[in-house]
T-cell receptor
Framework: DGGITQSPKYLFRKEGQNVTLSCEQN?????MYWYRQDPGQGLRLIYY???????QKGDIAEGYSVSREKKESFPLTVTSAQKNPTAFYLC???????????FGPGTRLTVT | QKEVEQNSGPLSVPEGAIASLNCTYS??????FFWYRQYSGKSPELIMF????GDKEDGRFTAQLNKASQYVSLLIRDSQPSDSATYLC??????????????FGTGTRLLVSP
């Protein structure tokens, strides 16, 4: 089955710890994206990547980092510098870039 | 700042009725428009996209686009309780850098009562 997988589904961390969220797709899509969703708010773009080994900051990149070493994978690291990391994190992909995006199931991160 | 506006709702309709969801956008150069359905606690699911003025139908869903008035709507015919969800409107902004990002509205919550 083609799709996007994110792991884990739920993640709990202590404040001050870095954490990496996994995103893998087997749709052969060129572009991948990370969004954050908070209650009552729309999706906000954190980072996006159009091709391997290239990525750009979105609207709220501070406190986050990404890598794109393989076409299939786009992991997101939430660093201790992110002031309010508790949120629902969504990975998406599209092909070609800029067209309709398909989302993974999401990772709900709770930092205490 | 490009914006996409939606009424947060909830929009309540009885089973079998037509649900009408609306979205306005600020960037007149926007070229493509998307509707996503999001059940509580789940990720968004793409249900419709539209690029040209007019109507686009897919089963019980119809997307309507009016670029002159800068609004896009989603009609759901014969609404079912299973349609109860939050509907997100997303707009692909005009290409300034060669890469078009989606801008999402905050969503309209739809409640379909049996």
């Amino acid at each position: 089955d083609g799709g996007i997988t994110q792991s884990p589904k739920y993640l709990f961390r202590k404040e001050g710890q870095n954490v990496t969220l996994s995103c893998e797709q087997n749709l052969n899509h060129d572009a991948m994206y990370w969004y954050r969703q908070d209650p009552g708010q729309g999706l906000r773009l954190i980072y996006y990547s159009q091709i391997v080994n290239d990525f750009q900051k979105g609207d709220i990149a501070e406190g986050y980092s990404v890598s794109r070493e393989k076409k299939e994978s786009f992991p997101l690291t939430v660093t201790s510098a992110q002031k309010n990391p508790t949120a629902f994190y969504l990975c998406a992909s599209s092909s070609p870039p800029g067209t309709e995006q398909y989302f993974g199931p999401g990772t709900r991160l709770t930092v205490t | 700042q490009k914006e996409v506006e939606q009424n947060s709702g909830p929009l309540s309709v009885p089973e079998g009725a037509i649900a009408s969801l609306n979205c306005t956008y600020s960037d007149r150069g926007s070229q493509s428009f998307f509707w996503y359905r999001q059940y509580s606690g789940k990720s968004p699911e793409l249900i419709m996209f539209i690029y040209s003025n007019g109507d686009k139908e897919d089963g019980r869903f119809t997307a309507q686009l009016n670029k002159a008035s800068q609004y896009v709507s989603l009609l759901i015919r014969d609404s079912q309780p299973s349609d109860s969800a939050t509907y997100l409107c997303a707009v692909n902004a005009s290409p300034n850098t060669g890469f078009q990002k989606l801008v999402f509205g905050t969503g309209t919550r739809l409640l379909v009562s049996p």
